[in-house]
C-alpha cells in the first residue's frame, strides 16, 4: 500500500469514526454503505494506478481532474457491476 492509498484509507477510517460518534446506541447499520463507499474507493484507485503507467502527460492538477473525470464517467455508465447505459444501445 503506497502512502497516498494509505492516507486516503485513514480518511475514510476518520469519517466512519466520526459518523459512529454521532450516531446513538441503536444506530443502523452502515456497513452497506460504507462497503459502498469502500468499492467506490477501490475503482477511483485502481482507475489511477491503470493511468500512472501511461506516459506523463499532464501535469499533476490536470492528471487529477483527468482521473476524477474518468471515474465519473465509469460511476455514471456502469452503476451496476452488470449493467451499463451502453447495453440499451446494443
Known amino acids: ?7 486516503k ?5 476518520a469519517i466512519v469514526e466520526a459518523i459512529r460518534t454521532k450516531l446513538n446506541p441503536n444506530r443502523p447499520d452502515i456497513s452497506g454503505v460504507m462497503g459502498g ?3 467506490l474507493l477501490h475503482a477511483s484507485l485502481t482507475i489511477e494506478d491503470v493511468l500512472d503507467t501511461l506516459p506523463a502527460a499532464y501535469d499533476r492538477p ?3 481532474q483527468k482521473c476524477s473525470a474518468l471515474f465519473e464517467h465509469v460511476c455514471e455508465s456502469y452503476p ?3 449493467a451499463n447505459v451502453y447495453a440499451s444501445v446494443a
Open 9 to 13: 484509507s485513514a480518511i475514510l477510517a
Open 37 to 39: 463507499i469502500g468499492k
Open 1 to 7: 500500500m503506497n502512502a497516498e492509498t494509505h492516507g
Open 80 to 82: 451496476e457491476r452488470d
Open 62 to 64: 490536470l492528471y487529477a
